[in-house]
């Protein structure tokens, strides 16, 4: 077959829903032929084998794929919606069809069916594990963290008066605790806005990713001691005080060999399932996803 469109949305590792639900899911929020123009159906472009997949069905399945551009998510729309009616016709091909009137839940038993029949499961030795373990040292370390005070100076984010006096009177904290360092709980009992105020702005120890993520990138840059400048952050800015770190240590591989064998399981189970959603696509030819897609990577 020619240039298969990429219409398998389900390569993502971080999913935490199971392959039908992905496929199917919010496809039956509205009963009938959807929102019709001026008394006529909605428009067809998009079709698998003789089924037709209208704009308006499409328009309905956007609202579950959010993205930068309406034409970015009327593609991730049209390739879920393909990706389903694939496995529902494999599925009637089979014999394993849905009751007349049959809830959602029923229909997806039957994918679940479908794919548990047509799916291999493999479970990676603990060879493969080792193997991935050793090319991938980075992935498996404990994380960084640093111990940190602040006295946060709060200001709105769309308060440009108050986050310019904010920034003005971090810097003005800062500076006055250059030379008298062991004035920063009483500043922060004085100052700051956020409740570690009471205990002399300490947040203990952080780990990356425990707050926010312009603060995060920040903090993790500083050095040990006091910040020369404020931080800023959606809350306002911060008169920052790094007194510890540590550097993530290597884990030992008998720690993280359940995370590695889950991980490659389901890489495994996945490429399988998009092996398999290329085989049904020589079965019922798709067209129109092609053209919507080209739509969404123009601009």
């Not at 392959?19 to 899911?25: C, D, I, R, Y």
């Not at 940190?148 to 003005?172: M, N, Q």
């Not at 605790?177 to 409740?195: E, I, T």
């Given at each position: 077959?020619g240039?298969?469109p990429?219409?398998l949305?389900?390569?993502?590792?971080?999913?935490?829903?199971?392959?039908?639900?992905?496929?199917?899911?919010h496809?039956?929020?509205?009963?009938?032929e959807?929102?019709r123009?001026?008394?006529?159906?909605?428009?067809?472009?998009?079709?698998?084998?003789?089924?037709?997949?209208?704009?308006?069905?499409?328009?309905?399945?956007?609202?579950?794929?959010?993205?930068?551009?309406?034409?970015?998510?009327?593609?991730?729309?049209?390739?879920?919606?393909?990706?389903?009616?694939?496995?529902?016709?494999?599925?009637?091909?089979?014999?394993?069809?849905?009751?007349?009137?049959?809830?959602v839940?029923?229909?997806?038993?039957?994918?679940?069916?479908?794919l548990?029949?047509?799916?291999?499961?493999?479970?990676?030795?603990?060879?493969?594990?080792?193997?991935?373990?050793e090319?991938?040292?980075?992935?498996?370390?404990?994380?960084?963290?640093?111990?940190?005070?602040?006295?946060?100076?709060?200001?709105?984010?769309?308060?440009?008066?108050?986050?310019?006096?904010?920034?003005?009177?971090?810097?003005?904290?800062?500076?006055e605790?250059?030379?008298?360092?062991?004035?920063?709980?009483?500043?922060?009992?004085?100052?700051?806005?956020?409740?570690s105020?009471?205990?002399?702005g300490?947040?203990?120890?952080?780990?990356?990713?425990?707050?926010?993520?312009?603060?995060?990138?920040?903090?993790?840059?500083?050095?040990?001691?006091?910040?020369?400048?404020?931080?800023?952050?959606?809350?306002?800015?911060?008169?920052?005080?790094i007194?510890?770190?540590?550097?993530?240590?290597?884990?030992?591989?008998?720690?993280?060999?359940?995370?590695?064998?889950?991980?490659?399981?389901?890489?495994v189970?996945?490429?399988?399932?998009q092996?398999?959603?290329?085989?049904?696509?020589?079965?019922?030819?798709?067209?129109?996803?092609?053209?919507?897609?080209?739509?969404?990577?123009?601009?």
């Open positions: 077959m240039n298969l990429k219409f949305p389900i390569t993502v590792i971080d999913s935490a829903q199971a392959v039908p639900a992905e496929a199917h899911q496809q039956h929020d509205g009963a009938g959807g929102p123009s001026l008394g006529q159906p909605a428009p067809c472009r998009l079709f698998v084998e003789d089924t037709a997949i209208s704009e308006a069905d499409i328009a309905r399945e956007m609202q579950h794929h959010r993205a930068l551009r309406p034409e970015q998510s009327r593609a991730e729309a049209a390739r879920a919606l393909v990706v389903r009616e694939l496995l529902r016709l494999e599925a009637q091909r089979l014999g394993l069809l849905a009751p007349a009137g049959g809830r839940s029923d229909e997806e038993v039957l994918i679940q069916q479908l548990e029949d047509a799916i291999e499961d493999r479970v990676p030795t603990d060879e493969d594990c080792q193997r991935y373990f090319q991938n040292p980075e992935r498996f370390r404990s994380p960084d963290r640093v111990r940190l005070r602040h006295i946060l100076l709060a200001a709105p984010a769309d308060d440009v008066a108050g986050r310019l006096a904010a920034r003005t009177e971090g810097e003005r904290l800062a500076n605790l250059k030379a008298a360092p062991h004035l920063f709980a009483d500043f922060a009992l004085r100052h700051s806005r956020c409740p105020s009471s205990d002399g300490d947040l203990g120890w952080l780990q990356r990713g425990q707050t926010t993520p312009e603060f995060d990138r920040q903090v993790f840059r500083l050095r040990e001691g006091l910040a020369g400048f404020p931080v800023e952050s959606r809350w306002g800015y911060h008169v920052v005080s007194d510890g770190r540590e550097e993530g240590q290597p884990l030992p591989f008998d720690a993280v060999l359940p995370q590695i064998r889950d991980y490659l399981e389901l890489q189970r996945q490429r399988e399932v092996a398999y959603l290329l085989q049904l696509q020589e079965r019922y030819p798709v067209r129109g996803l092609d053209e919507i897609e080209a739509e969404a990577e123009v601009g």
